[in-house]
Each structure stands twice: as C-alpha cells, then as structure tokens.
C-alpha cells in the first residue's frame, strides 16, 4: 500500500477498474470518491460481505449499485430475501415533487374488486395474509412491479392505503345520501300524514256540524208534529 500522487490510498497499485481503496484528503472527487472522502472499489464486480468460521456470504453490492441481503442477484437498490424489521417506514410524499395530481376515481368499485388471502410461502412455509400480486395488477396496474430478471412481481402494500382511504370516504358519503334521501321521505310521508290527519278532522268537524244541525231540525219537527195533535 502506498500514497499515491493524488493524495489517495492504492491498494495492490492497481487501476480503478480493478480492486481499489482509498481515502482522498483532497479538495476534489478521485476516482468516484468525493473531496476528502473514502472510498473502496472492484470495478465491475460485486462487493461481497461474508462472515462465520466457514465464511457464508451475508450482504453484496452489485456492480450497478444494488444492495442484496439475503439474496446474491438483487433487482432493486436495497433487495431483502427476509423479514425486515424497523419503527418507522417513511414515504418521500411531497407535493412538491408531484404532478398530474387527481383524486382516485371510483375507489369503493375497486376496493370491492381487491381479494384478501391467506396463503404460505413455498420457501419456509411460512402463513401470513396478503395480496396476490397478479389479481391486484389487473385492478391497480400502477401498484405492481415486475423483477425485469426474475419476472416475480410485487405489490405496493402501503399504497393500497390512499384506495382504502378514497374508499371509506365514498362509502361514507353515499350513506349519509342514503339517509337524507330517506329522512326526507320520512318527512314528506310525515307532511302527507299530517295532511290527511288535518283533512280528516276537518271532516269530522263538518260531520258533526251537519249531525248538530239535523238534530235540530229533527227537535223542531218533533215540536211541530205535538203542537198539531
């Protein structure tokens, strides 16, 4: 190992496209590393991290950049054959760095279309709940990625919240519909009820009226008809 004239560490005095470390106490990037930065480099084969007495590899970085645990052929820039286990999972979401903006249409008619299942994975047989990746594509095409080397999809649960979101507010709003279209039937057969009620009673009272003035007319026939005997 040796200082090299740009202030970098080498390795097996080999190139850049070879096995290279360094630390670069200079004002500007060498060789991919930043000004006073450290760096470690095979070219264009992986970075592979081994441990135990009979080393079994545990973690890489492919020559693109991607970062496997678990796995040796990740596909994504952090790839994990396993559980993972963290507080928090936050979501890059602002506004800012968004457009073509709209409210997912027609969410309850799409939520209603989404199975939820039980299965077990073949690997460990392991249970859980979930999607099937697949049946969900044919839904929200938009939350399915397909491994461009694998063909394996996968789904973008946390995703599938906004849906379930747009859903409940649409139920919601199609319920309280609901029940004002109805408490404004109860009040119209309310008004009608009331209306009859009212017509009835009218025609009770004129009923009566009308048998008051018979009873009368009949009391004064009586008197007529004794006064003549």
Request: glycine share 8%; hydrophobic share 40%; aromatic share 6%.
């Amino acid at each position: 190992m040796r200082a090299s004239s740009v202030t970098a560490m080498e390795l097996m005095n080999s190139t850049f496209g070879g096995l290279w470390m360094g630390v670069n106490f200079s004002g500007a990037a060498v060789n991919g590393i930043p000004a006073n930065g450290i760096g470690f480099s095979v070219g264009n084969n992986n970075i592979i991290f081994a441990t135990g007495t009979t080393p079994a590899e545990r973690m890489r970085i492919s020559n693109v950049g991607n970062v496997g645990i678990g796995t040796i052929n990740p596909s994504e820039k952090l790839e994990v054959a396993g559980n993972v286990k963290a507080t928090e999972f936050l979501y890059t979401s602002d506004a800012r760095l968004k457009k073509d903006v709209v409210t997912l249409p027609d969410a309850l008619e799409k939520a209603l279309q989404l199975r939820g299942v039980n299965f077990a994975w073949k690997a460990d047989n392991n249970k859980t709940v979930g999607f099937i990746a697949q049946e969900v594509e044919q839904v929200y095409p938009e939350l399915v990625r397909t491994d461009a080397k694998s063909g394996y999809k996968a789904v973008q649960y946390g995703n599938i919240v906004a849906v379930l979101v747009e859903a409940l507010k649409q139920e919601h709003r199609e319920r309280v519909e609901n029940q004002n279209l109805c408490q404004a039937e109860v009040k119209n057969i309310s008004r009608q009820i009331a209306s009859a009620q009212s017509a009835t009673e009218e025609r009770v009272r004129v009923l009566e009226k009308e048998n008051q003035e018979l009873k009368a007319r009949l009391e004064r026939l009586e008197k007529i008809i004794l006064q003549g005997k």
